[in-house]
């Protein structure tokens, strides 16, 4: 067990897996957080943020458990599967905050909703996204 861990954290991981497993670890807390602040009840029966927490979740967890299994296809693949979950909770995310938006563009407080709220979360979460997608460009250190 020991000798496990000590190749997971030596020099068969190149930075570019560190900095994946950076952004895994970025979108779990941030998921975490967006399941605990109340941004405010919307006026429509809809369980987007629900969705939306689950597909950044599993995405995270996608990319924590690639990080620490070394097998070549998930290793390969793993990113690329988790970043599809977080495009999903985004899209659904930015779905989420055009309701405050509209109360805001018309003036009339008709769904409810924090767009502050919405929109910090919908930055943070685009931002662990594009991230990774950069993080899928970029030249690796393939052995």
Do not use: H
């Amino acid at each position: 067990m020991k000798n496990y861990f000590k190749n997971i954290f030596s020099k068969d991981c190149s930075w570019i897996e560190y900095l994946s497993f950076g952004i895994s670890l970025f979108m779990l807390i941030v998921s975490i957080a967006y399941l605990t602040i109340n941004p405010g009840e919307l006026k429509i029966e809809d369980y987007s943020r629900t969705f939306a927490f689950i597909m950044f979740l599993i995405g995270s967890l996608i990319g924590i458990i690639s990080f620490f299994v070394r097998f070549k296809y998930i290793n390969d693949y793993a990113p690329l599967v988790s970043v599809a979950f977080y495009s999903v909770g985004c899209g659904r995310q930015l779905y989420l905050a055009c309701y405050p938006l509209a109360d805001l563009m018309t003036g009339v407080n008709w769904f409810g909703g924090n767009l502050g709220i919405y929109l910090t979360f919908l930055i943070l979460f685009l931002i662990g996204t594009i991230t990774e997608i950069v993080v899928l460009f970029l030249p690796g250190n393939k052995k």
